[in-house]
């Protein structure tokens, strides 16, 4: 009897732990499409490193950032296609992006999430890697303001992107700090009723 209620309350963890992530999936997504946002400030890149540090499952790990920015993209083409935003969803280069961000899930794999100074490295590190790469691919892809490809033009791209990046490192801190914190109290629930499960 006791096994089938450890059992029973496992599969509900199990079970709420996924809703959780789609919630969090769905939710992210529609804050990023939100007009007037501050620029750089969204969940994304944080998602990416909480699922490589958290989740165990590594191919769900690398698709949560990625399906999150996904259906934010069709929000986007959306909005677009109804004339109620000037930012197309889909772009030339777009699943470059799509794969960068896949990427910094692996920074996830190097963090532990029970320390904050991990956390804090992670949040810092992975915002700067995606500003370098992301600012490389659209001044060798010709996008933005379609600096020359001269080491000129490449410095000039990379100035262009700055408000991303201070907005970028402020909300992967801030997102971050949401995730690990929830997670972290999301498992001290769950042992406490495992706890008395077992009682």
Request: charged letters at 10%.
């Amino acid at each position: 009897m006791l096994n089938f209620a450890v059992q029973t309350h496992g599969m509900k963890q199990d079970r709420s732990i996924l809703i959780s992530f789609i919630v969090l999936i769905v939710i992210a997504a529609v804050y990023r499409a939100i007009p007037g946002r501050p620029w750089g400030f969204a969940p994304q890149i944080a998602m990416a490193i909480f699922g490589g540090s958290f989740i165990k499952d590594k191919k769900l790990s690398f698709a949560v950032p990625v399906l999150s920015m996904l259906i934010s993209d069709l929000i986007y083409q959306v909005l677009y296609i109804n004339g109620l935003s000037e930012i197309q969803g889909f772009y030339s280069g777009q699943i470059g992006i799509y794969l960068l961000f896949a990427a910094l899930t692996v920074i996830g794999f190097f963090m532990k999430p029970e320390k904050i100074s991990h956390i804090l490295a992670g949040s810092i590190i992975a915002p700067l890697i995606y500003f370098v790469a992301s600012n490389f691919m659209v001044w060798i892809g010709g996008g933005g303001y379609n600096r020359p490809k001269t080491f000129e033009g490449l410095l000039q791209c990379y100035n262009d992107g700055l408000p991303f990046l201070q907005g970028s490192i402020y909300g992967t801190v801030f997102f971050s700090a949401v995730l690990f914190g929830g997670a972290y109290l999301l498992k001290r629930y769950f042992a406490k009723q495992a706890y008395n499960v077992e009682r």
